[in-house]
């Protein structure tokens, strides 16, 4: 109101005193619009490291700053943690098809936080960096930064969420909210590469540790590409903290597991990463060499970007119409692990429905190898003509046999189901099961 009053007494002012044309009398009052200034270099990445850990509350409020950068197409409230804090997805490309999507996830666990640190700086030298450093990366490829997926945990200094939960063995059975974020987040990025990072104990001179995917339901073209950039992590931090600086992470009874990260949207179908900084080291150090890895691997997939879209397009055509190796799942709605199993291919982002029409289909019991062809209507259906077969896949065979972790196959609920070996009639109906 004040400055609509001070507004009108500068406008009669100029009025009486005639010294203005009519023309300016509106446009005085116009917000000026600024253009937004690029102003950061790649080195003020590096010189702005800090030495001790961000708060939560500043991270996320720096972020929301980013939203002014007309570089960035996505700043997103992608969902919030378990206590209500917002969960902030930077997002920068149009997403062109054509171009694949690099994909940084910072800190499942709250406390690793030094790559909070890095994704945020990451992100905001790509919000703000100069455009001769800045612009030709984004015209290769597109780029999403989750900036801290465990507030929760960040706060309270502990691994777990809110709940106590292992973020990073929740990929299969999709128990907590941060877990259901990520792979909705997954789903909308529909990245090339992904890197999940986290810190570890240290050993020695070894303070980083990078891994590729060790599941074997990962498509080849997935592994191989996962392994050429895993190298060239290792060489990059080998080149700048010298040799025996970084390592393989070492092969575990649980290295397989698809509740994991890195395995699990390997398993999806794209490349990825886990990243290790090693918290034996000072802060600031554990920050630089998150960001010189994740800088390692923009860098790759910028100087070879077809490669890292084949292999993510490699997995998702396969399974497609004329490819199938397994046409369907098929389980009863009557059996009482449907409902669960059912949800959790929801939450992955499948569709399912039911065998529709009498025809019989060839099936075998998918543990037990026992055939069946009689299916009663409204047998529930997962079709395997959709993108992430091989996660289908794993979700309905996994087996705590596998690992020593979280299991959710069908026969850890009790639960049969049969692959169909011949394509099957159905209709897509993501209500199936809920009308008896
Ligand atoms: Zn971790």
Redesign the pocket.
Known sequence: MMKIILSLITVLTLAMSGCTGPGNFFDEDKPVEEPYVFDLTLEDMWNDIPINQTSTSDILNWTYEFSKSPRVTNLTEIGYSMNGQPLLLVEFGDYDPNIPTVYFVAA??GN?PASVDSAYLLARHFARGVPEEVDPILEKINLAVFVMVNPDGRDAGSRGNANGTDL?RDHMKLLEPEGIIMQKAFQKIHPSVTVDM??FGGAGTIIFQVAAPQNPTTHPDVLAASYVLETDVIEAVNEEWGFGSVTNYPPTTSSQDSSIHRNHFAVHGSVSLLFESAVSEEYSERVRLQSWAAIAVIDEVVDDPGYYLDARQSSDEEGQEGNDIVHAYLFECNDPATKETLRILKDHGFKVGYKSGDESVTSIHYETFLPMTNFPNGTALVPMDQIGWRMISELMEYTSTKDQHYTNSPKDRGQDAWRALESVNYEIDNDVCKIE
Do not use: D, G, S
């Open positions: 499942q666990h690793e990073n986290h810190e």
